[in-house]
């Protein structure tokens, strides 16, 4: 794939980013390219697509995602420098890679109604700053089946206190969209769309599929408030050496238990719920095994949000109805998702017992020593240059914005 820059965007075409929801680039991939790339994506969509219980050319949408970016023909399009410059210029911040997708529609798929995907429980739909990289490989027009916006559409999504440590959003009112437009997307084009952005996507009339790509890119001081989709070390491999800053995470054990970091903030200098472990008299955060969310999230693995809020009910009778991913820790064999939840009005003395007790942040270092892994979780959780908002569960799904 060539990698000749377009220029850089103008201001004006970033402030028209700002205003409308999106912005249109032309011509990224050559004809050559854009048909190269949608065979490799159909013959990966017949050899191995998501779901597996469909066959391909049965009418559905499929899915070819995550770490099979490392499949041959597939890696370049996601550090393509004029994307990933258009990417930079909206989020305007260097980004991560949360989501590599190839949508495939084969002919007879009902396409899709109108939303909008930030999405609280869904690693690649749960960062306060993310964008949509649409790159169609065939014509999104009449025949194939168009992708339509509703220019400013974000605007009805607002943060509600923007000093909170930890953001939360207004629901948006879908009677107040404005008409769906056709930005009339031909192949090879980048659409760059913001989270909040609402859209559909009609069915179309040809006999042949619908094929482009959807890659989901975060700003790096933004992680998604379910937690990032774990990259394997092929993925990475096979990016560039300067394609591999858009890795988030990588690692290849599989994420076996979470934890969450309990802040009470009732007062000035906040406290932390630690547990004393019985047979090794050290201390741990609440938690334990954890296990992957499935309802309503597909191929997009690695929140560990629902299970925790069990973990947390049944050993502290506890109902966190909200939390927001800090980091993940090597532990063992496996990988343990740390998430975290802060409370003024939470009931200190039922939760300090049965080996549980509140600990400031120099209580903790003084205890545990600064090199610790809970007072580097805590450390990061208090980070003033981290953007986070409130994830939820999968169960939680319907009533995300209440």
């Known amino acids: 794939m060539t990698t000749t820059l377009t220029p850089p965007l103008t201001e004006q075409q970033i402030a028209n980013y700002h205003e409308d929801g999106y912005l249109i680039v032309r011509n990224v991939l050559s004809v050559e390219e854009t048909k190269e790339l949608r065979r490799v994506v159909q013959q990966e969509v017949i050899r191995d697509a998501y779901p597996s219980r469909l066959k391909y050319p049965q009418p559905a949408k499929y899915t070819v995602s995550g770490n099979r970016l490392a499949d041959p023909g597939l890696t370049a399009i996601a550090e393509h420098p004029t994307v990933v410059g258009a990417v930079e210029a909206a989020l305007g911040q260097p980004a991560y890679l949360t989501a590599y997708v190839a949508y495939l529609r084969t002919p007879g798929d009902k396409g899709a109604g109108a939303h909008c995907d930030y999405k609280r429980w869904r690693p690649v739909g749960s960062s306060m700053n993310w964008v949509f990289a649409i790159i169609p490989l065939t014509d999104f027009d009449a025949a194939y089946g168009p992708f339509l916006v509703s220019p400013k559409s974000h605007k009805l999504t607002q943060v509600i206190d923007p000093d909170a440590h930890i953001l939360d959003l207004n629901r948006p009112d879908a009677e107040q969209l404005a008409p769906f437009i056709d930005p009339e997307l031909k192949a090879g084009d980048l659409l760059v769309v913001n989270e909040h952005v609402w859209h559909k996507a009609p069915a179309g009339t040809t006999t042949e599929d619908r094929c482009g790509i959807f890659n989901k890119y975060c ?15 092929a993925a990475l491999d096979a990016l560039s050496d300067d394609g591999k800053r858009l890795i988030p995470v990588c690692f290849d054990k599989p994420i076996k238990t979470t934890r969450l970091l309990i802040e009470d903030t009732s007062t000035q200098a906040s406290r932390f ?17 954890g296990w992957e969310e499935e309802k309503l999230v597909g191929w997009d693995v690695g929140a560990r949000i629902g299970s925790l809020q069990e973990l947390t009910q049944t050993q502290l009778d506890l109902e966190v109805s909200w939390m927001s991913y800090i980091e993940d820790v090597e532990a063992g064999d496996g990988i343990c998702r740390v998430y975290g939840f802060s409370d003024e009005n939470l009931d200190l003395d039922r939760l300090a017992k049965d080996g549980y007790d509140w600990f400031t942040k120099p209580e903790i270092q003084q205890r545990l020593g600064e090199s610790d892994a809970i007072c580097r979780t805590v450390h990061t959780w208090h980070r003033t240059d981290i953007i986070r908002g409130k994830g939820k569960a999968c169960h939680q799904s319907r009533t995300q914005f209440e």
């Open 219 to 233: 700003a790096v001081n933004a992680p998604p408030a379910a937690g990032y989709y774990p990259y394997n070390p």
């Open 273 to 289: 719920l630690l547990h004393r472990d019985v047979e090794t008299a050290g201390w741990e955060l609440p938690g334990g095994e």
